[in-house]
């Protein structure tokens, strides 16, 4: 069985800390460096019900996307939650890594999943990498879809493909619009906006769309449509890429590790209550 600085270093070879951004808190948590790994479950957040998940599977080993500690902390006291989690963690020596956005930049990263699970066709990156000769390295992905079809057809592709959340799908933008070049961006996108027109896409798709830029978004690009889901939903499929990659590398080594992906749903949205009107303010109450 490897050590856990031995798988580290191999994660750390797919997605290098050095091109994490410098405000993101990406590496490795808490863990030996000396000790055994034998089982790895990934996760897009390192919250407490994938915490005890980690240890009911008896994994050695948790990988997620989000960071733990983004801001920094005083205390990991076990009063609070973030505190809980690594109790939780150190009692059943089980390490927690973090690959955030030196996975969201990677060949193949988050975004590459998100295509992948969309069954879109990726021609390069959204916002590519200056240091990548290759071009293939970079924030988000444009896409092509395999067949001409509508808005409303792609926002129910997204929505029948991507893991089920309470929010769903939003969509802005004619539903009867053609759709044939797509740009996706796992997690938050709105600061894309720019790249996206000047791609010359039909759709955008990303999640959390806030209000403001997107009303500002559609008044400057009206033939651009957008598609919000879940920030979770989008970054989840990555979960199930970054496994396959670290089965491909134990089968090289010869380390035996079995990976896994956590199914628990930790968007942080638990229910949706569809409007039962027409989105009119024609006979709203004063």
């Known amino acids: 069985m490897p050590r856990l600085s031995e798988v580290i270093a191999a994660l750390d070879a797919l997605w290098p800390p050095s091109r994490a951004e410098q405000w993101d808190a990406v590496g490795t948590v808490c863990g030996d460096p000396d000790a055994e790994v034998t089982r790895v479950l990934f996760a897009v957040d390192p919250v407490q019900e994938i915490a005890d998940e980690a240890v009911k599977l008896g994994a050695d080993l948790i990988v997620t996307h989000h960071p733990l500690y ?166 989840w499929p990555w979960c199930e890429q970054a496994a396959a990659q670290l089965d491909a590398i134990s089968e090289r080594h010869g380390w035996g590790l079995r990976t896994h992906v956590s199914r628990t749903v930790t968007d942080p949205w638990t229910a949706h209550a569809p409007s039962v009107t027409p989105p009119s303010i024609s006979g709203a109450p004063n």
Not at 100 to 126: E, F, K, M
């Open 70 to 235: 983004l801001r920094g902390t005083t205390t990991v006291e076990a009063g609070t939650f973030k505190g809980r989690v690594v109790h939780t963690l150190i009692k059943n020596d089980i390490a927690l890594h973090v690959a955030h956005t030196n996975a969201d930049t990677a060949d193949p990263g988050v975004s590459d999943a998100l295509a992948g699970a969309l069954g879109l066709r990726i021609t390069g990156p959204l916002v590519p990498d200056p240091s990548d000769p290759e071009g293939r390295r970079g924030l988000g992905r444009i896409c092509e879809v395999d067949h001409p079809e509508t808005l409303r057809e792609f926002a129910a592709r997204a929505a029948a493909w991507l893991p089920p959340t309470a929010q769903g799908i939003r969509v802005a933008g004619d539903p009867d619009a053609p759709v044939h070049r797509v740009a996706v961006s796992g997690g938050s996108g709105d600061s894309l906006f720019e790249q996206v027109r000047a791609s010359g896409v039909d759709v955008f798709l990303t999640a959390d769309l806030r209000h403001h830029p997107v009303s500002e978004a559609r008044e400057a690009s009206r033939p651009l449509a957008l598609v919000d889901a879940a920030h979770w939903a989008t970054e």
